[in-house]
């Protein structure tokens, strides 16, 4: 079945570009997703990209898939306070989800 | 906006107990799902269902089940509650069709087994 595979942990100062990366196994998936969760909450959907594009930009977020390499990342400019939490890369397979463990995002002052 | 409702924020429960987990969507998804959510280990789907009175497995149903009598409602139960069922439980939905089907989640049900 597929992997998604993500690192648990990135450290970035505030005001730099967070770049929180994913890779999968599986290239069949049709949509591939960012999920972000703030602690104690559930999962909002940030962003999503359609496999047959490379980039897609919207406001300070940025998704890039390099479906040969079977990575996808997302780059978060200026990052702030409020962007800390743990953000989710998950892609569609057969009306479910196929999820990474999490990345949490660490803003140092 | 989509509205996915989850009864509790918060529950404590005490081993063997029977404990229901409900929850709500207001969009006529016709996917529901149950995941757990431990540190380290992400998302684990415990089951989901595709339309009303119908249900599958997913990577970890032991010691769980579901009903959907109704669209809009999906329950999680845990028939006899152990210890290490204390977790992170999150419902989500989704559409089903072609193009993008996102999952939409509620808040979530941190449940504390004692």
């Known amino acids: 079945g597929e992997d998604v595979e993500q690192s648990l942990f990135l450290s970035v100062r505030e005001g730099d570009s967070s770049v929180i990366n994913c890779t999968y196994t599986d290239s069949s998936s049709t949509y591939l997703y960012w999920y972000k969760q703030e602690p104690g909450a559930g999962l909002q959907l940030l962003t999503y990209i359609f496999s047959n594009m490379d980039m897609k930009q919207d406001q300070r977020l940025t998704v890039l898939l390099n479906k040969k390499d079977k990575h996808l990342s997302l780059r978060i400019a200026d990052t702030q306070t409020g962007d800390s939490a743990i953000y989710f890369c998950a892609g569609d397979s057969n009306y479910q989800l196929i999820w990474g463990a999490g990345t949490k995002l660490i803003i140092k002052p | 906006d989509v509205k996915v409702t989850q009864s509790s924020r918060y529950l404590v429960k005490r081993t063997g107990e029977k404990v229901f987990l409900e929850c709500v969507q207001d969009?006529?998804?016709?996917?529901m799902f149950w995941y757990r959510q431990d540190p380290g280990l992400g998302l684990r789907l415990i089951y989901f269902?595709?339309?009303?009175?119908?249900?599958e497995k997913g990577d970890i149903p032991e010691g769980y089940s579901v009903s959907r009598e109704k669209k809009e409602r999906f329950s999680l139960i845990l028939e006899s509650a152990s210890t290490n069922q204390t977790s992170m439980y999150l419902c989500?939905?989704?559409?089903?069709?072609?193009?993008?089907?996102?999952?939409?989640f509620g808040d979530g049900t941190r449940l504390s087994i004692l």
């Open positions: 969009m006529d998804h016709e996917n």
């Open positions: 269902s595709y339309d009303v009175k119908m249900k």
């Open positions: 989500a939905s989704s559409f089903t069709g072609i193009g993008n089907q996102p999952q939409h």
